[in-house]
């Protein structure tokens, strides 16, 4: 049985985008819940050579809508990298999902 590329490989850019999403949704929730303030997560780095927390997302994000338009040959979406909050995050994995 063959099994086609997009088949094989947007299933699993849904799967983990959609885990981010939730881990992003959580976020919000200890953010409400202990009041401070969420900057310090979106800008956050595990290590002083890494890149912020924000900055890996939208390299997520990049990284499955580059490749389904490869796959699709479609013309990819640009995001122009705007988003500080949380919730902006989460919109930015919407979209790529949707498309």
């Not at 997302?57 to 500080?84: F, G, Q």
Request: aromatic share 8%; charged share 20%.
């Amino acid at each position: 049985m063959a099994i086609s590329l997009s088949c094989a490989s947007l299933p699993v850019f849904i799967h983990f985008l959609g885990n981010l999403r939730h881990i992003l949704t959580k976020a919000q929730a200890d953010v409400a819940a202990r009041g401070y303030d969420e900057q310090a997560l979106v800008q956050f780095r595990l290590a002083p050579d890494m890149l912020p927390f924000k900055t890996q997302i939208c390299i997520a994000c990049d990284v499955a809508k580059l490749c389904a338009a490869r796959i699709t040959s479609l013309e990819a979406p640009k995001y122009e990298n705007t988003e500080n909050t949380l919730a902006e995050l989460i919109t930015r994995i919407d979209n790529t999902v949707a498309w």
